[in-house]
């Protein structure tokens, strides 16, 4: 059995919004539900898990509602990212072998990019889905930089997934400042990540512009979409 972490426990701090960046909405829908359907429309079974801050409990019973979300469960998310995500691992299913966590502000990963996490992780206990970087990269030291090879760096998204035993081990240690992701979470517990394809669509909502961008890109999508069933219709 499967099993999704969407993290949801920040308060967009950095959006200037009233609400968080995963309840906003996008075309008439909140962010977090666009993610939730992704992994429901990968897997109808998959275990759902949603870190959230408290403040939002009785707004998310109301989105789930309207949306017909059944059998989302809702954990109280931490004041870190490591803590939402040790919060969820409580709350695991027994029969449960292998774990994805996703940025709730991630609503455009496609479901390939979920399947080659899964499928890594299943293969070799942890994996996560990484892109290329097409930017020029500097490195900083002191009041000095210089050009580096971008070829040996990869941007990192989510949904980052692990065997169950592999992260509820890693999430036995003490917090460090370093976790930044999960995935440094498990390599500080000395395993393994292994990279696997993701998709340049998977952008994390983090800035105001960053809406823009997911609007327009959500937007081609449902055009997409549509076109693709006019077409099977007509045949």
């Known amino acids: 059995m499967q099993a999704v972490i969407i993290v949801a426990g920040g308060i967009g701090s950095r959006m200037n919004t009233e609400l968080p960046k995963q309840l906003i909405e996008i075309n008439n829908k909140p962010v977090i539900v666009y993610s939730i359907e992704r992994f429901l429309a990968f897997n109808k079974d998959i275990q759902v898990i949603i870190s959230l801050h408290k403040d939002y409990f009785d707004l998310f019973e109301k989105i789930k509602a309207k949306y017909n979300l059944v059998n989302i469960e809702v954990v109280e998310g931490g004041e870190t990212r490591f803590q939402s995500v040790k ?8 029969e449960v072998s292998v774990v994805g966590i996703h940025d709730a502000a991630r609503p455009l990963v496609c479901l390939q ?3 080659n996490a899964f499928e890594g992780a299943e293969q070799h206990g942890a994996a996560v889905p990484v892109i ?3 930017e020029t990269v500097r ?18 998204q989510t949904p980052q997934c692990f065997k169950k035993d592999v992260l509820i081990e890693a999430y036995q240690q003490a917090y460090n400042p370093f976790f930044t992701d999960d995935a440094s ?3 500080k517990a000395k395993h393994t990540i292994t990279l696997t394809e993701g998709n340049k669509e998977n952008i994390k909502i983090t800035f105001p512009q960053d809406l823009i961008i997911a609007q327009m890109l959500l937007q081609h999508s449902a055009k997409q979409k549509e076109t693709k069933k006019d077409i099977e219709t007509k045949s």
Not at 87 to 94: D, E, G, I, Q, S
């Open 87 to 94: 919060n969820a691992l409580a709350v695991l299913k027994k």
């Open 185 to 187: 979470v498990v390599e």
């Open 113 to 115: 990019t979920i399947q």
């Open 139 to 156: 490195k900083i030291r002191g009041n000095k930089s210089r050009t580096v090879d971008r070829n040996k760096f990869k941007i990192v």
């Open 132 to 134: 290329a970087m097409n």
